[in-house]
């Protein structure tokens, strides 16, 4: 176990020859997996919890920053947060339990990759962005550019993500569903997040392709305020965006039909043409 206490020393044991250690945070996808998964036990690890540099929320004029060590109920605590970002604060009560809350960050959910995310569907809404340095310097990278494939992520094995920046903006649509065996402590069966502002639309699914992803086809047709009449009209233009697969959890016909209505009925007598 690597225990850097600045941002530099975990980049220096990034950049090292050989097999790239593995960085943990929280901790909880990793330990979740630990009693099955006997490989793990052999790898090297970069602790980060004793990088105080990366804890915390901040704020500018123009954005929300979340340290890649600010964990879910950072979020949940910080009234301001839930006054202008509320569907970060309604997704973090949905994962896990208060200790997976407290120790779970947002930035260990986004290179987890998994395509079940709870935190990643709403910050990608929000038009967040993935904030990395290396030795070599800094990059920064939109969510919705972050994933290239299933836990594939344009982050080099030497970067370490060091914060996520929100930007603030007015938004008058938002909302967060979460569909699943239970409404916290379980795996997504479907997930969504909306989001209008002045950039436009953002309509951001999990659960239903091989990464969570934005439904592009469904907000060219909220921006261009074509007529919808039915959970069908939402369909056809899902069918563009996602490929749901058949699993332990749930079928493809049932995702697709969920995240259609979820979309339907969340924007009724809100969005202009849903009638």
């Given at each position: 176990?690597?225990?850097?206490?600045?941002?530099?020393?975990?980049?220096?044991?990034?950049?090292?020859?050989?097999a790239a250690?593995?960085?943990?945070?929280g901790?909880?996808?990793?330990?979740?997996?630990?009693?099955?998964?006997?490989?793990?036990?052999?790898?090297?690890?970069?602790?980060?919890?004793?990088?105080?540099?990366?804890?915390?929320?901040?704020?500018?004029?123009?954005?929300?920053?979340?340290?890649?060590?600010?964990?879910?109920?950072?979020?949940?605590?910080?009234?301001?947060?839930?006054?202008?970002?509320?569907?970060?604060?309604?997704?973090?009560?949905?994962?896990?339990?208060?200790?997976?809350?407290?120790?779970?960050?947002?930035?260990?959910?986004?290179?987890?990759a998994?395509?079940?995310?709870?935190?990643?569907?709403?910050?990608?809404?929000?038009d967040?962005?993935?904030?990395?340095?290396s030795?070599?310097?800094?990059?920064?990278?939109?969510?919705?550019?972050?994933?290239?494939g299933?836990?594939?992520?344009?982050?080099?094995s030497?970067?370490?993500?060091?914060?996520?920046?929100?930007?603030?903006?007015?938004?008058?649509?938002?909302?967060f569903?979460?569909?699943?065996?239970?409404?916290?402590?379980?795996i997504?069966?479907?997930?969504?997040?909306?989001?209008?502002?002045?950039?436009?639309?953002?309509?951001?699914?999990?659960?239903?392709?091989?990464?969570v992803?934005?439904?592009?086809?469904?907000?060219?047709?909220?921006?261009?305020?074509?007529?919808?009449?039915?959970?069908?009209?939402?369909?056809?233009?899902?069918?563009?965006?996602?490929?749901?697969?058949?699993?332990?959890?749930?079928?493809?016909?049932?995702?697709?039909?969920?995240?259609?209505?979820?979309?339907?009925?969340?924007l009724?007598?809100?969005?202009?043409?849903?009638?």
């Amino acid at each position: 176990m690597l225990t850097p206490t600045t941002v530099d020393e975990a980049c220096e044991m990034l950049s090292r020859g050989g097999a790239a250690p593995t960085l943990i945070a929280g901790a909880t996808d990793v330990l979740v997996h630990w009693p099955m998964n006997l490989a793990a036990r052999d790898r090297a690890y970069v602790d980060l919890s004793g990088v105080d540099s990366l804890r915390g929320i901040s704020w500018t004029d123009d954005s929300l920053t979340l340290g890649a060590l600010a964990t879910y109920w950072d979020v949940v605590r910080e009234t301001r947060v839930g006054r202008e970002f509320p569907l970060l604060v309604s997704a973090a009560r949905q994962v896990g339990a208060v200790q997976i809350q407290s120790r779970g960050t947002w930035a260990g959910n986004i290179v987890n990759a998994s395509p079940a995310a709870d935190g990643v569907p709403v910050l990608m809404a929000y038009d967040a962005v993935v904030v990395m340095r290396s030795s070599s310097g800094v990059e920064e990278v939109r969510l919705d550019e972050f994933y290239v494939g299933y836990k594939k992520m344009r982050r080099r094995s030497d970067q370490l993500v060091t914060a996520v920046r929100v930007p603030r903006r007015a938004h008058d649509v938002q909302f967060f569903e979460k569909v699943g065996a239970r409404r916290a402590q379980a795996i997504s069966k479907v997930g969504l997040a909306v989001a209008h502002s002045g950039a436009g639309w953002r309509v951001v699914a999990a659960s239903v392709a091989e990464t969570v992803r934005r439904c592009r086809a469904v907000e060219g047709m909220l921006e261009r305020g074509e007529a919808v009449r039915s959970v069908g009209d939402v369909v056809s233009a899902l069918r563009q965006d996602i490929s749901p697969i058949d699993d332990v959890r749930s079928t493809a016909v049932y995702r697709e039909r969920v995240l259609a209505r979820l979309i339907y009925h969340g924007l009724r007598g809100v969005c202009p043409g849903f009638s």
